[in-house]
């Protein structure tokens, strides 16, 4: 699957600009602060060019229509990867920056598994090992854990023993429509990229490198058609430890 998530960032358009002047008269001693610090807002139309236009003092509707903007941006963002209540037991990190990001871990468990054709592998439950999912708003890394201990910062890093995934753990989302709003609250992002992720359909293997020590098409054979747990024995080593991916 081919990764066009970029095709789905906002466009900015510019239609307002605002220019403020700073009157400091600061000889005059007969004038309080706010006085002598006086403020004028001039307010500018932007044309079909790109360009000033209109210039005029801000108006009364004006301000109050950019209170509400910064208002509503401030809100938003405050939201974001914020939790509804306690944090998730499985949270492992969190940076709830405009720009931030979260870091969990899911135990070993039964999930719906979702081929293409081509591969030949049966679309049905199957069972997966414990994971650990760092994610911002656009972009998902997964590894895999061995055993379904909650991991700590020392704790080794598997490969994602998946399709469509790279080497560092990123993942290739296809045209899966990546719709995370910038308010979203911690507990809905990670249900949003958990079934972003299994939801999809597995295609490929990237850069045609196995991911575990089994093939792995027979692998997913396997726990598609069986009730066998995953086998961690099959899991490679990445060369990281949880820690890292903090940083």
Not at 213 to 229: C, Y
Request: with cysteine; proline share 5%.
């Amino acid at each position: 699957m081919n990764n066009i998530t970029d095709n789905f960032n906002d466009i900015y358009v510019p239609y307002k600009a605002l220019l403020i002047y700073n009157c400091n008269r600061e000889n005059d001693r007969n004038m309080n602060m706010e006085e002598a610090n006086a403020v004028y807002v001039e307010s500018y139309d932007i044309g079909l060019h790109g360009n000033p236009v209109n210039a005029h003092p801000l108006s009364l509707s004006e301000s109050i229509a950019l209170a509400e903007l910064l208002q509503s941006s401030a809100e938003m963002q405050n939201g974001f990867l914020k939790s509804k209540g306690l944090l998730p037991n499985n949270l492992l990190y969190v940076n709830p920056d405009s720009n931030g990001f979260a870091l969990w871990y899911t135990p070993p468990q039964q999930r719906d598994l979702f081929f293409v054709d081509s591969l030949g592998i049966p679309c049905g439950k199957g069972y997966v090992p414990a994971m650990v999912w760092k994610a911002t708003r656009d972009k998902l890394r997964v590894f895999a854990l061995k055993g379904k201990a909650k991991p700590t910062g020392k704790t080794e890093l598997y490969h994602a023993p998946y399709f469509n995934t790279y080497q560092d753990g990123s993942v290739c989302m296809g045209n899966v429509n990546i719709n995370i709003e910038r308010n979203t609250r911690l507990e809905d992002f990670i249900a949003q990229w958990e079934a972003y992720f299994f939801g999809s359909y597995f295609s490929h293997m990237l850069g045609g490198i196995n991911r575990t020590k089994l093939n792995m098409v027979h692998l997913w054979k396997n726990q598609t058609t069986t009730k066998d747990k995953f086998p961690d024995d099959t899991l490679f080593t990445c060369g990281l430890i949880l820690n890292q991916l903090i940083r």
